[in-house]
């Protein structure tokens, strides 16, 4: 027996079948370009957090993060552009709403104590250190842990903190700088000669430790040129700063001879050691 009434019916589900299946190819085609756009957008992140101008990449961040606030990744690169922008008000705020989002990490903290530390936030800094367990041990961490100590004259525990630093990098020059640094301000000298000639040897091309090194033999009376990888502009430089500790100790011919040869060795003209020599020959 024959049942046309069917036909029609088969027709119509032929039909929404073949839209249901045309449907979910359009969803699949949608969906193809959404796993596209996501991937165009990681690289497009990765690219803006190395942006060669630091604040291009902020104003690309703080667009992206205002059109998605619930998204830590992006709030997390609009932190770590602000930081390299020396923007480090902005840079402290941002990083604190990084911590109030789900998915915050102890390596946020550390970085949110950095921008505490740029800011001159230094009890921040303390009570955001403190928070992360002492399990989390990285270079960034103690670093910052000795410069805070340094910041409060605890001095045990800023040499524990940078003994532990410089056990965690590769290139320890610049910590080894700072660990200089705190030992002159507490007038411990000849301690901090040593530091910066091993900063100097681990780095040769980093200048403030071996301006830092002139500051401390000068202290200890030393006024000789220290024997150091240096340019002549550099070597310029270096004297001009032993000029002025020199008058900071009341050597005034001693200073004078010091500008004369800085003024000599500069390969152009340095004006900054010139009025200098004037002022204190007009005196």
């Known amino acids: 027996m024959r049942h046309p009434f069917l036909i029609p019916?088969?027709?119509?589900?032929?039909l929404v079948l073949t839209a249901c299946a045309k449907e979910t190819e359009d969803e699949k085609v949608e969906r193809t370009f959404q796993e596209v756009n996501v991937i165009d957008?990681?690289?497009?992140?990765?690219?803006?957090?190395?942006?060669a101008d630091p604040n291009e990449a902020v104003t690309y961040f703080?667009?992206?993060?205002?059109?998605?606030?619930?998204r830590i990744d992006l709030q997390r690169g609009l932190a770590i552009t602000l930081t390299r922008a020396k923007r480090s008000t902005e840079a402290s705020a941002a990083w604190k709403r990084v911590?109030?989002?789900?998915?915050?990490?102890?390596?946020?903290?550390?970085?949110?104590?950095?921008?505490?530390?740029r800011s001159g936030n230094w009890s921040g800094a303390k009570a955001t250190l403190d928070k992360i367990p002492p399990t989390y041990e990285t270079f960034k961490r103690y670093r910052l842990e000795a410069l805070v100590a340094d910041s409060r004259k605890?001095?045990?525990?800023?040499d524990h903190y940078y003994e532990t630093a410089v056990g965690l990098t590769t290139r320890p020059a610049g910590v080894m700088n700072n660990w200089g640094y705190s030992k002159m301000a507490r007038g411990q000298y000849a301690e901090a000669e040593r530091l910066f000639t091993e900063a100097i040897q681990q780095?040769?091309?980093?200048?403030?430790?071996?301006?830092?090194?002139v500051l401390a033999r000068s202290a200890q009376g030393n006024y000789s040129v220290p024997v150091v990888p240096m340019t002549q502009v550099e070597?310029?430089?270096l004297l001009n700063t032993m000029a002025i500790s020199a008058v900071k100790q009341g050597d005034v011919n001693?200073?004078?001879?010091?500008?004369?040869?800085?003024?000599?060795?500069?390969?152009?003209?340095?004006?900054?050691a010139v009025r200098s020599l004037r002022a204190l020959e007009d005196a």
């Open 203 to 213: 780095d040769n091309s980093l200048f403030t430790a071996k301006n830092n090194l």
């Open 62 to 70: 703080q667009s992206a993060a205002a059109k998605n606030p619930d």
């Open 9 to 14: 019916t088969m027709l119509a589900c032929g």
């Open 235 to 237: 070597r310029a430089n």
């Open 154 to 158: 605890d001095w045990k525990r800023s």
């Open 41 to 51: 957008e990681t690289n497009l992140n990765d690219v803006m957090l190395n942006a």
């Open 254 to 272: 001693l200073a004078k001879n010091l500008y004369r040869e800085a003024i000599a060795t500069h390969p152009q003209h340095y004006d900054e």
């Open 99 to 117: 911590l109030n989002m789900k998915g915050a990490n102890n390596t946020d903290r550390v970085e949110y104590a950095d921008a505490q530390v």
